[in-house]
Structure formats: structure tokens, C-alpha cells
T-cell receptor, first 112, second 115 residues
Framework: GENVEQHPSTLSVQEGDSAVIKCTYSDSASNYFPWYKQELGKRPQLIIDIRSNVGEKKDQRIAVTLNKTAKHFSLHITETQPEDSAVYFCAVGRGSQGNLIFGKGTKLSVKP | NAGVTQTPKFQVLKTGQSMTLQCAQDMNHEYMSWYRQDPGMGLRLIHYSVGAGITDQGEVPNGYNVSRSTTEDFPLRLLSAAPSQTSVYFC??????????????FGQGTRLTVV
């Protein structure tokens, strides 16, 4: 089955700095790569996703890059703000299947 | 449009008891899944369904049963609760768009403690 590894497990940055979180996956047939943000005590919510026919996608301060050959994708957050502090999860799926497999999460702390 | 609704929000069970966690969605999504979240372990897939009458095992299915008799509902049954099943449980639903992946919408979670 699919195996998703996420690094780092914790990340601390100063406000205004950039943060990068990386995930690798094992199944070359996977074609859907979302990122979720989970604030303390809340449910995970989608912040950005990318499909395998695209190498990069950007939404304001958030971007995701995908390298299908190397089977890894990364989340980039620029100009971090304290409200970016949360746990971020990557996930991997195949469009024709019903399951998403998640990484173990990265706890991001943004210090003012 | 309530999205994904889970009940209960909190539950304490004694070892050996059984219970059902309820999940309902009103978005007419074909895919539904159950995850458990433990510290440092991320979200681990328990069971999932691609449509009414179809279920499959995920990464950690032991000790849990599911059924999908309608599109809207996907209950998770704990047959004989064990302390190792203490966790936060999330139900999620997704639309089926064929070969293209789609966003998962999560319920608010159920915090289960087994003593």
C-alpha cells in the first residue's frame, strides 16, 4: 500500500520567515496531493492541493511543488504569521480510489 | 447544508464495551472514510467506502467494523473496546470525480477514552 513520509515533525520559525514541509510517497500511480491545516482542537481543513499534471500551484502566501519523478511534494509558506501556527498534514491519493493516506504531520510554530 | 456530522463529540467506555460512532453527510459524496488521530501518528485510515454497499479496510482496521447502507451514513462500530482504541476519531467524505482527486471534508471529531 501507499506509504507517506513527512518531514520535519516540528518546525519553529520567526514571523516573516518562510517555512517548508516535505512529503515523500511510494506509489507512482498516486495523482492527488492535498495539504491540510489543523488548529488545536479543530478538524483538518484543506489549504491547497495539486494534481499530477501540474508541477506547482500557488495561492497567496502558500505554494505546493510536486516532483513526480522523485515522488515528493512540498508545502511552502512565505511571510509566516502567528496565525499560521498549527499542525500541517500532507496526504496522497488516487483519483479513482476512495482513500487518502496522510503523513504524520508537522507542528509549525511561528514566533512573533 | 451541515457538511459532515459526527456524534457523539465525547465518549468514555469501559474495556469490553461496544459502541457505534455515527457519521452523516449531506453533500451526496460517494466516498467516506474513518480515521483515528493519535499524538505523533497523524491521521491513520481505519476503513473507507466508495459507495453504498461497498467498504474496504484501511491501514488500521482491527477491532472496528463499518457498513454503508446509504450514501449519507457511515457508522463505525467498536466491537469490544480496548484502551489502545483511546483516540480522536474523524469521519471524512469526498466527491467522486473519476480520475481527479477531490477535497476531503471532515467531521468535528469524536474524542473516545477507553478505561
Amino acid at each position: 500500500g501507499e506509504n507517506v513520509e513527512q518531514h520535519p515533525s516540528t518546525l519553529s520559525v520567526q514571523e516573516g520567515d518562510s517555512a517548508v514541509i516535505k512529503c515523500t510517497y511510494s506509489d507512482s500511480a498516486s495523482n492527488y496531493f492535498p495539504w491540510y491545516k489543523q488548529e488545536l482542537g479543530k478538524r483538518p481543513q484543506l489549504i491547497i492541493d495539486i494534481r499530477s499534471n501540474v508541477g506547482e500551484k500557488k495561492d497567496q502566501r502558500i505554494a505546493v511543488t510536486l516532483n513526480k519523478t522523485a515522488k515528493h511534494f512540498s508545502l511552502h509558506i512565505t511571510e509566516t504569521q502567528p496565525e499560521d501556527s498549527a499542525v500541517y498534514f500532507c496526504a496522497v491519493g488516487r483519483g479513482s480510489q476512495g482513500n487518502l493516506i496522510f503523513g504524520k504531520g508537522t507542528k509549525l510554530s511561528v514566533k512573533p | 447544508n451541515a457538511g459532515v456530522t459526527q456524534t457523539p463529540k465525547f465518549q468514555v467506555l469501559k474495556t469490553g464495551q461496544s459502541m457505534t460512532l455515527q457519521c452523516a453527510q449531506d453533500m451526496n459524496h460517494e466516498y467516506m472514510s474513518w480515521y483515528r488521530q493519535d499524538p505523533g501518528m497523524g491521521l491513520r485510515l481505519i476503513h473507507y467506502s466508495v459507495g453504498a454497499g461497498i467498504t474496504d479496510q484501511g491501514e488500521v482496521p482491527n477491532g472496528y467494523n463499518v457498513s454503508r447502507s446509504t450514501t449519507e451514513d457511515f457508522p463505525l462500530r467498536l466491537l469490544s473496546a480496548a484502551p489502545s482504541q483511546t483516540s480522536v476519531y474523524f469521519c471524512a467524505s469526498r466527491m467522486d470525480r473519476g480520475s481527479s482527486g477531490t477535497e476531503a471534508f471532515f467531521g468535528q471529531g469524536t474524542r473516545l477514552t477507553v478505561v
